[in-house]
């Protein structure tokens, strides 16, 4: 460093306090910052080293590929049936998400738009068993569906409805106003923006807000207990059979007492958080690409 | 006998938000087949006015408007808003290409309208970006996104763009305040070749740039239509600023 860095004299000192306070302000956010992602990604390697550990002991492939009861066998009708349960869920969060996005950004008023934001912002509030209860209540017993994959999976469907809208909504929003004007001023209606514009535009945003919802509902257990119970083989209807699911096999075998069963236990969450930890890292490529 | 009208007539328009009076009694006439060039200080409503022309104006639920914009003797309102745009394309201020390739920026527009064949499309696009003098620099790199072009290019893009739905009136909004001499030479190239097909609405602060391509110019200043013409006007002290702009108007 020259003479000419600084001003020469008295100045200096005030210079140089003011430029060690804020060397020292800097550093103390720094080891701040260093000290919560140690904690966190301590945190997160308890937990996944923890499943590994556990997980990986007990997997073998006929674990993977047998059907199961939560004490015998193996885990295949419970990963079959959580894709199940979740894509019939998508079935009922990706309209309604994408099309509640599209009306919040678009074409609400204050009111209608703040009244339905509210509706949103509740349904990610109520716990996910009162969500079940209300399933079981209305889906099972009201409208006579049963324990079912529709019964269930449009109660998980519900839970991921916010996840595809919210994130959808601000990928619409993220599109400029002058893309917009540039289609309005060619003569395109609303319906022409929407699906010629809007949607192909925002793709990326909304199967990232879809993304999001599958690895949040494929580790959801407590909509599921009273509407999908459980099945001890594959479900191959959407009415009159129950569905198994992995987040049930960790929660009910590990309470057995045989070895074997809290073996599948512990497999059933290996699986779940692959499963969970795939997606998410998919999404974040996805979001990346554009 | 009445008198021949312009392809578009302003009569005592008024638009005004809640706060603020935008435009004061416009009166004006585009005339058919002539480059229309509207100059005028920053804020003083350009774009607010020609945006009345093709009702864009109406996106924006905060502007008030009463008066009359007639097109064809017809008022606008009474337009399917569909058709009075596809008829009256607009070039913005800034180049706003979709974020897709340079083809399906321009294709956008006429599949709107028309249900085409994949050949008649590609026709359409190839005329285009030929009408708009960029053909020739992208023709192997139809499929390249329209947000990789420069500035200047992707201006020419949005002049094809709006060619390509064959509009009647071309209005352009300061369509080379982002660009530098050479790209702008182009556009002003573009603009006098335009004319003889289409009827050229300009709106410009340049006005060198007014006085090389226009038939004819308008002053609007503060929301209204100045006769610059008129030396007793030009004398009240509301227009001292105006000055500036009637003086490299004068011939
Ligand atoms: N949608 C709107 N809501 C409120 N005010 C507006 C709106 N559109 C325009 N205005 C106001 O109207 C005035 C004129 O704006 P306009 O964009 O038409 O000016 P301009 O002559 O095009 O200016 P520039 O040369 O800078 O582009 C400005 O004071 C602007 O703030
Ligand atoms: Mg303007």
């Known amino acids: 460093m020259t003479e000419a860095d600084f001003p020469a004299g008295r100045d200096l000192a005030g210079y140089e306090s003011k430029y060690d306070r804020r060397v020292i302000s800097d550093m103390i956010v720094r080891i701040i910052g260093y000290v919560i992602l140690a904690f966190m990604s301590g945190l997160l390697l308890a937990i996944v080293g923890f499943v590994a550990l556990k997980g990986l002991g007990v997997m073998t492939v006929k674990m993977l590929t047998t059907v199961g009861n939560t004490q015998t066998g193996g885990l295949a009708n419970a990963i079959a049936g959580t894709w199940e349960l979740v894509l019939t869920g998508l079935l009922l969060a990706v309209p309604v998400g994408m099309f509640g996005a599209l009306y919040l950004s678009e074409y609400s008023s204050r009111v209608s738009g703040g009244v339905l934001r509210l509706f949103v912002d509740v349904l990610t509030s109520i716990p996910s068993i009162v969500l079940g209860l209300f399933g079981y209540l209305v889906l099972v017993i009201q409208l006579g569906l049963g324990y079912s994959l529709i019964a269930g999976g449009v109660t998980l469907g519900v839970m991921m409805i916010p996840y595809v809208l919210r994130i959808s909504e601000i990928s619409y929003s993220n599109i400029p106003r002058q893309t917009r004007e540039a289609a309005y001023a060619l003569g395109a209606d609303n319906f022409q923006i929407s699906f010629r514009l809007l949607i192909p535009q925002a793709r990326a945003g909304i199967l990232t807000g879809v993304l999001l919802a599958v690895s949040i509902a494929a580790g959801e257990t407590a909509q599921l207990l009273y509407t999908a119970l459980f099945n001890n083989g594959y479900t191959t209807s959407f009415l009159g059979q129950p569905v198994a699911y992995l987040t049930y096999v960790v929660y009910y075998s590990l309470q057995q007492n045989t070895v074997y069963a809290r073996s599948m236990a512990y497999s059933a969450a290996l699986v779940l958080v692959t499963s969970i930890f795939s997606i998410l890292l998919v999404s974040k490529y996805i979001s990346r690409i554009r | ?251």
């Open chain 2, 1 to 251: 006998m009445i008198r021949m009208p312009g392809i578009i007539e302003v009569r005592d328009l008024n638009v005004a938000t809640d706060r603020q009076q935008i435009l004061s009694n416009v009166h004006l006439t585009i005339k058919e087949n002539a480059v229309n060039t509207i100059v005028g200080p920053s804020g003083s409503g350009k774009s607010t006015l020609i945006r009345t022309f093709n009702r864009l104006t109406e996106l924006y639920p905060k502007l008030r408007q009463n008066g009359q914009v007639l097109f064809h003797g017809k008022d606008v309102r009474d337009y399917r808003v569909i058709s009075l745009r596809r008829r009256i394309g607009l070039v913005f201020q800034k180049p706003n290409p979709f974020p897709a390739s340079i083809y399906d920026n321009v294709a956008f527009g006429p599949k709107l309208h028309m249900k085409l064949t994949r050949t008649k499309l590609d026709e359409i696009v190839h005329d285009s970006l030929v009408s708009a003098g960029l053909y020739d620099e992208v023709k192997h790199l139809l499929d390249k996104s329209a947000l990789e072009l420069s500035g200047g290019q992707q201006q020419r893009l949005c002049i094809a763009r709006a060619l390509a739905v064959q509009p009647e009136v071309l209005m352009m909004d300061e369509p080379t305040s982002s660009l530098d001499p050479i790209a702008k030479g182009k556009i002003e190239d573009l603009m006098m070749e335009l004319r003889n097909q289409y009827t050229v609405v300009l709106v410009t602060h340049d006005m060198g740039q007014a006085n090389r391509v226009s038939d004819s110019i308008d002053l609007l200043y503060n929301g209204r239509i100045v006769d610059y013409d008129k030396a007793e006007v030009m004398k009240m002290p509301e227009f001292e600023q105006a000055k500036h702009f009637v003086m490299k108007l004068a011939k």
